[in-house]
């Protein structure tokens, strides 16, 4: 059976997709930009809008990242000022589940899905570092084990919250008065948290907002496959895409649920050319605007956690080998060096195979699933990724904020409609109707 592809669209935002120093790139904090990008989506018939959050300015060598000084608003904000200039397309954020509590994101999410008549989505992460925990009371104590057993039950906490109201809570009508048959009252008593109250909110539009959960370790495949309606992923090729795809969906029978039940959306990227040879030689400016020189004297620091700006950005990988003791350089974003030593050994291999400076090593080593092409050809491998089980569908990063998305809408979508794998009109009202309806 021909399977229907689900598109969202992440706000570049602050991250190292986004080429804000381009003359088209505008605001990254503006609400026209975030206004111009939804349209688009919208227009595009896409599910949902994506958007990230971020607790901490990121920083390198205690500077902070040139990417990071336009800001970082708050989700829930700007998707809530979203819902009022959308009609259709979901509205999804990222809210931690280490560095907030299960009530207040509950009832933030909630209060988005019925400003939004059911289009919210929430990301469940972890948070991971305590840089980024400084900023709060708890300091980012927790170890990688315990955060996933907060966010477990901190989801489960949530759910309740959401569950408190009976369906049919209110009745009555205008004449007689409206009268609650059961007020959203809730108990929760765990490890982790202990509360009771009077929820504040009735049962949203959709029952229950969406759940995204982001993260590609053994813990974070469990616990979407246990609790999450879209796993938000990474991975470069088909093989693995398939790979994870296969790993991610067996595990959904131990928790009594179906293939169907949970999408797979790994993050992409695109560059759209006339001609094939067009798209990949501004894919290839794009990446060296993307990786500047400091930007991959940054990323190498990262792994080898020494100073290395004497270093050629074009010349070859430092002979030096990484310091494992030393203290890391980059604080707040992912790190790629869990083992350092061994992240050097396999980039100095591929520097040696395809004789690749520092920089183009950087840009290699960094680059994200991409899809390159004419229009056509980029719809037509889309559609090859998810009828062959790499994916359920895929999150697209634009490097250009807010235009970023246009093309892909107006000259994408169009094939993939003519191919009958996505929608030419949006048939239901909720995300879940877009996600899920058969």
């Known amino acids: 059976m021909t399977k ?35 349209r688009t989506a919208e227009r595009g018939k896409f599910d949902f809008i994506f958007l990230a959050e971020g607790l901490r300015l990121r920083e390198h060598a205690g500077k902070i990242l040139d990417s990071d000084v336009v800001g970082r608003p708050n989700t829930t904000t700007v998707l809530a000022a979203l819902s009022a200039v959308t009609t259709k397309l979901g509205l999804a954020g990222t809210l931690s589940s280490t560095f907030n509590e299960p009530y207040e994101v509950a009832r933030q999410v909630s209060t988005l899905d019925h400003l939004s008549g059911g ?20 300091g980012g104590f927790l170890k990688r084990e315990d955060r996933y057993q907060r966010a477990e039950e901190f989801l489960t906490t949530v759910r309740e919250l959401w ?16 009268f609650v048959r059961e007020v959203g009252r809730f108990v929760h008593s765990g490890p982790q948290f202990d509360i009771e109250g009077e929820f504040t909110l009735p049962r949203t539009p959709q029952g229950q907002p969406i759940v995204i959960q982001a993260g590609d370790s053994d813990e974070g495949r469990e616990f979407a496959a246990k609790s999450a309606d879209v ?13 994870f795809f296969a790993d991610v969906k067996r595990r959904l029978a131990a928790y009594g649920r179906s293939h169907e039940d949970l999408l797979i959306m790994p993050a992409a990227t695109f560059v759209l050319g006339d001609t094939e040879e067009e798209a990949h030689e501004y894919a290839r ?31 070859p990988l430092p002979e030096v080998d990484p310091d494992p003791d030393a203290e890391p350089l980059t604080w707040g974003r992912v790190q790629h060096d869990k083992d350092n030593l061994e992240t050097a050994r396999k980039w100095r291999a591929l520097a040696e195979e395809k004789k690749l400076s520092i920089r183009e090593l950087v840009i290699e080593a960094t680059t994200r699933q991409q899809f390159i092409g004419t229009p056509r050809q980029v719809a037509h491998t889309v559609n090859d990724y998810v009828q062959s089980d790499a994916s359920d569908g895929f999150v697209l990063v ?13 000259k994408v979508v169009p094939h993939l409609q003519e191919l009958g794998v996505f929608r030419t009109d949006y048939t239901g009202n909720t995300l879940r109707e877009h996600l899920f309806s058969r």
């Open 398 to 410: 634009p490097h250009l904020t807010p235009g970023g998305l246009d093309e892909f809408a107006d």
């Open 119 to 138: 289009r919210a989505a929430w990301n469940v992460v972890t948070s991971p570092d305590a840089f980024t925990g400084q900023n709060f009371r708890r």
């Open 163 to 178: 569950d408190s109201w009976a369906p049919d809570a209110f009745v009555g009508d205008k004449e007689q008065g409206v």
């Open 231 to 243: 796993i938000f992923s990474r991975h470069g090729t088909l093989e693995d895409g398939q790979a």
């Open 285 to 315: 400016e794009i990446r060296y605007q993307q990786v500047r020189p400091a930007t991959a004297i940054q990323f190498l620091e990262q792994v080898w956690r020494r100073d290395l700006s004497e270093y050629d950005a074009d010349g």
């Open 4 to 38: 229907q592809i689900k598109l969202a669209a992440h706000f570049p935002g602050v991250n190292n997709t986004t080429v804000w120093s381009d003359p088209r790139s505008g605001s990254q904090i503006d609400f026209a930009s975030f206004e111009h990008m939804a």
